[in-house]
Structure formats: C-alpha cells, structure tokens
C-alpha cells in the first residue's frame, strides 16, 4: 500500500535584509499539508543557509496579510508568506 501525503505550494515573499539574505525577493515552497510557520521557516533556513537563517530569528510574519503570532501556527489554507525584518523609522 502507498500512503500519500498531501502537500501544499505556499509563496514567500521577503523584504528588506530579508530579501537581501534568501537572493530573491519571491519563491515558491512546497510543505506537507499540515505544515506550520515554523516548518516554513525551518525549510527557508535549510534552503538558503545560515546567512538568511540568522534574519528569520529576527523577522516576523504575515499569513495572508494576518500577522502570526504563534510560530506554531498550522498554516493551514495560506497562500502567501510575508518575511518581514526589523525595520528601522517608522
């Protein structure tokens, strides 16, 4: 018997140092569907190294445009993740 795990495509889109670490400012990231904020954030770090892994200990998060508190939040139906850095101003 196989068994077939269902996966989602999210899409990432970085700003700022963000941006600048991951080499892109948008890409596309495929999470088994039970996939939460911190598997997307743990998968972005592995992918582009320890440079961008560094910025995301820092950044915060929009699903959807809802900003994430929880980074154990199940990602359920989003389509997009925002990677926003700090930013300095206001």
């Known amino acids: 018997m196989t068994v077939s795990l269902e ?12 941006k600048a670490a991951a ?3 948008e890409e596309t990231l495929e999470l ?6 911190a598997d997307a ?12 892994e560094r910025v995301l200990l820092r950044c915060s998060f929009l699903a959807d445009e ?6 154990t939040a199940r990602l359920g139906t989003t389509a997009t993740l ?9």
Do not use: K, N, S
């Open 7 to 18: 996966t989602r495509t999210l899409t990432v889109r970085y700003f700022a140092a963000a």
């Open 23 to 25: 080499g892109t400012g």
């Open 32 to 37: 088994p569907g039970d996939a939460t904020v």
């Open 41 to 52: 954030v743990d998968a972005l770090g592995t992918a582009h190294g320890p440079e961008l």
């Open 66 to 71: 809802v900003a994430v508190r929880d980074r």
């Open 82 to 90: 925002d990677v926003l850095p700090p930013f300095a101003g206001g």
